[in-house]
């Protein structure tokens, strides 16, 4: 995630279709729910760090506590939380806790991960990146440095979801990073088939924009909710939540980083319900700074 925000008038729009994972770039995707309901129950794991140790410190903390609100609003259970921030957030500890939510997973639970932090790219080792770079999370020792032993690829990611969360959850991730495009590592053999689905900040190449209250990315989603609420709708795709981030972005930062979306080979965003709706008014945090 970038410390500043840069503005312009229009976002150029593009389709990628890598293999069999459905991959779209700031274009409008199908949205009408269909063969899904949000069934089970949800359980999500926040990550959010300030790096306020380092030398190049951000506000996602800020996005960490709007969604636990945003959580509540939602009436997902406390129990069915986990929220780890700063120094919390150790590459093993997160892999913990990733093992942790899954062994309490059934089928047709959810499991949402939320990234908001620095992203960074890696050495690609393993050969399954063609551009030779993983993607990674910069999580942090337990002084609160970022080193490459600390930081999670997106190689080691996927593994950790798909040996540890059982293959009838629908897992959504969601990061608010630089360099997050693909960090869900869809074209790993191990997602085939799964109910998966990621929305990321920003392209692998770019920077993810961080305004000083927290990220784009969240806030734009946040806005995208209230606003889907406003609206009358109470089920909706991920497809739709997707398509009304896009627009709350354009209207409220017009945003260099292009907010990107993936699924899982065999899946398309309106064939997952999206689990995040408020239960009572809800208001999103940007929306409330600058007009309430």
């Given amino acids: 995630m970038g410390a500043a925000v840069a503005l312009m008038g229009c976002v150029e729009t593009a389709v990628t279709l890598c293999g069999e994972v459905y991959h779209k770039v700031n274009e409008r995707v199908s949205e009408d729910l269909e063969g899904d309901d949000v069934e089970g129950e949800v359980f999500v794991l926040i990550c959010a760090l300030d790096y306020k140790m380092t030398s190049n410190p951000l506000s996602c903390s800020i996005d960490g506590k709007n969604m636990e ?3 509540d609003a939602c009436g997902v ?8 921030y700063d120094e919390q957030c150790t590459k093993q500890a997160v892999l913990q806790a990733i093992k942790d939510i899954g062994d309490r997973c059934g089928e047709n639970d959810y499991f949402v991960f939320y990234y908001s932090g620095h992203g960074t790219n890696l050495e690609d080792y393993s ?3 063609a551009d030779g770079q993983d993607e990674a999370f910069c999580f942090v020792d337990f002084q609160g440095q970022i080193s490459y032993d600390s930081c999670m690829s997106d190689d080691v990611f ?4 798909t040996d540890c969360v059982r293959d009838d959850v629908k897992v959504i991730i969601l990061t ?3 360099h997050s495009g693909t960090i869900a590592d869809f074209h790993c053999g191990d997602w085939a088939g799964r109910r998966a689905l990621s929305i990321a900040g920003c392209l ?5 924009g961080d305004i000083g209250r927290g990220g784009i990315f969240s806030h734009s989603m946040m806005m995208a909710i209230a606003e ?19 627009q709350k972005d354009e209207e409220a930062f017009a945003s260099q980083q292009d907010i990107c979306l993936q699924c899982a080979p065999g899946l398309l965003p309106n064939h997952m319900a999206w689990p995040l709706i ?3 008014p809800y208001a999103a945090p940007y929306g409330r700074r600058c007009y309430g």
């Fill in 69 to 71: 609100i945003l959580l």
């Fill in 77 to 84: 259970p406390r129990e069915n939380i986990t929220a780890m």
């Fill in 127 to 129: 050969g399954d990146e």
């Fill in 158 to 161: 996927a593994q950790a979801v």
């Fill in 176 to 178: 608010d990073c630089c």
């Fill in 204 to 208: 692998d190449h770019q920077t993810s």
């Fill in 228 to 246: 889907l609420q406003e609206e009358g709708e109470d089920e909706y795709s991920c497809g739709k939540l997707y398509n009304k981030t896009l």
């Fill in 278 to 280: 408020p239960k009572r």
